[in-house]
């Protein structure tokens, strides 16, 4: 069983969320498949799948006047939290300890943060990538709890480059080591960075990739469903 996570960033409506829900209920798979969804789309939900929401606020409560809490999003049912995506730290810089914050307000109102860490192009092409990743998750992991690490490196998001697949062998092997010193070793590490149905089940195929993370490609069921069956 792999995780396969769909992130619509900020996309879609009732109606897409619907159709795609359902086209995904018709699937047999033994994959286990989530959607991180809008705040606008998380109540209304069903069985058929799992929801989580993109983001939450480091804060409990209070005067944060468009933010949401860990507490609200549990309200809806929603069961996962993407915290640290790529778009939050450019566009909102948001930092390694921001991070971890959400992370740990998410596990205290019962929702599964899924972390995402990964390396900037320059930074890949520098060399700094291990030393970036061993950073990060030095200053992102919750000191304890159930969490889901992605490993997105932001040059491949959405670019359509995606690293070799000894590329990602050896990264997520330095994650999974790292995660093992900290009494972490069954935490599941995702891939995420231009995932598509063409290179799913290669990717999907690698040591210590224990599912994927799809952005684009999640939000229509005729790019999403081949990912769910490619991936093994």
Sequence with gaps: MKFIIGNWKMNGTQRDKTDLISAISQTNTDNKVILCLPFTLLCGLDNKIEIGAQNISEHENGAFT??????????????????????????????NKIVRSKAEM??????????????????????????????????????NGEF?????????????????????????????????????????????????????????????VDGLLVGGASLKSETFIPIINATK
């Design 148 to 208: 889901i690490i992605a490993y997105e490196p932001c040059w491949a998001i959405g670019t359509g480059k995606t690293p070799t697949d000894k590329q990602i062998e050896a990264i997520h092997k330095i994650i999974f080591e790292k995660l093992s010193v900290h009494g972490f070793a069954s935490t599941p590490i995702l891939y995420g960075g231009s995932v598509n149905s063409n290179n799913a089940a290669a990717i999907s195929s690698v040591p210590h």
């Design 106 to 143: 998410a596990i205290r109102h019962n929702l599964i943060p899924i972390i995402c860490i990964g390396e900037t192009l320059a930074e890949h092409e520098s060399g700094k990538t291990e030393k970036v990743i061993n950073d990060m998750l030095l200053e992102c992991l919750p000191s």
């Design 66 to 95: 468009g933010d949401i809490s860990a507490q609200m999003v549990t309200d809806t049912g929603a069961k996962y939290v993407l915290v640290g995506h790529s778009d939050r730290r450019l566009y909102h810089h948001e930092t």
